[in-house]
């Protein structure tokens, strides 16, 4: 009995995701580009999600995963999304439309990792004084 082994190669698998997200990200931006054909309905959208119509494009081109950190962030320091979004479903829409268009990504991850996000925040989210208002309201 021939027993068949798996190598593990972690940079084709990296690879692979990363081109299954772009093309992910491209189906969503054919599909708004779609909805721009009509600029009735790409208006009646961003409308819905509380965005302008240049904003949405920009959100599509970031893709579905922008604002991934957000509920990390939001959990480090001690914020309960699910009674947030209940509460408040637009200024967490507008948290994550924050969120999405953030520079300082690679510093949130190294925060979230580190544990030290609840600590340093005020230093690079763009979230900061949202977060402040959420925290210290409670």
């Known amino acids: 009995m021939t027993t068949t082994q798996h190598e593990s ?3 084709v698998t990296k690879v692979i995701d ?5 093309l992910k990200q491209r189906r969503e931006l054919n599909e708004l580009m779609e909805f721009a054909a009509d600029p009735g309905e ?14 949405l494009e920009m959100l599509v081109r970031q893709g ?3 604002a991934n950190e957000l509920p990390y962030t939001l959990t480090a320091l001690g914020i309960d ?9 637009a200024l967490l829409r507008d948290m994550e439309r924050v969120c999405s268009f953030c520079t300082h990504k690679r510093r949130c991850h190294e925060e979230l990792a580190a544990g030290t996000a ?10 900061a004084d949202t977060i402040d208002t959420l925290r210290f309201k409670s």
Do not use: H, I, K
Request: with cysteine; proline share 7%; glycine share 2%.
């Open 118 to 127: 609840a600590t340093n925040y005020v230093e690079y989210c763009e979230n």
């Open 81 to 89: 999304e699910t009674a947030l979004w209940r509460a408040q479903p």
């Open 64 to 66: 579905s995963q922008a």
């Open 18 to 22: 990363l081109f299954g997200d772009w």
């Open 42 to 55: 790409l208006e009646r959208v961003a409308r819905e999600l509380n965005v302008m119509p240049a904003d």
């Open 9 to 11: 190669y972690p940079f």
